[in-house]
């Protein structure tokens, strides 16, 4: 068993190509794909089985509710991590209530997003081990 955790796979959500740069650069994580729309990255993360989802609320031609929505039902053990600029409360509410692990806003939050990525992560990996 490694020392120290390998670093987590990491698919990004986002319609925004500078802010998928962006949080790539700043994780220090694996990042195994990036999409815009809800479709792509549906069938980006189901074929790459990523830990963790770094995933925006507006993708480009729909919603990133209908990414964690869908992903969830199909694969339960990916954790989400929601970094958005539309952060309101119902927002909020309605993201962590479909099961994302946390809720950041990309104006106030983006020193906390590799944190909350690897906190996702482990719990996601120890939850895994819990149910085999």
């Known amino acids: 068993m490694p020392s120290s955790p390998l670093p987590h796979r990491v698919f990004l959500a986002d319609d925004s190509p500078a802010i ?23 069938a980006g993360i189901l074929a790459t089985h990523p830990d963790v989802v770094v995933l925006d609320v507006q993708l480009e031609g729909g919603q990133g509710l209908e990414v964690l929505l869908a ?16 952060s309101g409360a ?19 939050d983006f020193e906390q997003l590799a944190d909350a990525v690897n906190a996702a992560g482990q719990h ?3 939850a895994s081990q819990d149910t085999q």
């Open 20 to 42: 998928r740069s962006r949080v790539a650069g700043m994780l220090c994580a694996q990042v195994v794909g990036e999409a815009a729309t809800p479709q792509a990255c549906i």
């Open 71 to 86: 992903v969830r039902s199909a694969e339960p053990s990916i954790a989400f991590v929601v970094f958005s600029n539309s």
């Open 90 to 108: 119902a927002y909020r509410k309605r993201y962590l209530g479909a099961g994302a692990a946390r809720f950041l806003d990309k104006s106030r």
């Open 124 to 126: 996601q990996s120890t």
